[in-house]
């Protein structure tokens, strides 16, 4: 039978030289693998203390780097309420502000050339009605 690992234990392994990762629900230990990763250690930090599953998933990890998984296993992780899939912290958040920036760029882009369109014709309807 596997163990059983607590909420408290994953958040207790959070930092480079002591690092478990959950994924599916499931737990490992990627302290000695970290410097190896062909992603780099920060993003595999990023989702120290939290469910790392989405993050894994949506890099479309192939099939060797889902075998390594298996050495590094600790156990089976203990459902609970208090973990959070998303964290105020990730990158993902301070994209959305840039995308918010773009958005309002694009409309500043299409409202300045029509300001000026509508001033010329304005200019030349009251011009040549003062002829
Ligand atoms: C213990 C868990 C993990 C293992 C064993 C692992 C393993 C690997 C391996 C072997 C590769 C090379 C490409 C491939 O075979 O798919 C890779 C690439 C990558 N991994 Fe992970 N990974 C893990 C966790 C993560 C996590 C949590 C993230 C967070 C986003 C991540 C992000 C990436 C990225 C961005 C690449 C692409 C690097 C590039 O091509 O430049 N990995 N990973």
Redesign the pocket.
Known sequence: MSKLVTFAELKEHRTKDKLW?L?HEKV?D?TK?IDE???GDE??LA?AARD?TE??ED?G??D??RA??KD?LVGDFEKTDELKTKGPSTSFSNSTAVNNAVQQGSNAMYFVPLAVLGAYFAWRYYSSGSI
């Open positions: 990762i994924i490992y990627v693998f990763h062909p992603g993003v595999i989702e790392a993050a894994f890099v990890h192939s060797e780097a390594l998984l590094m």
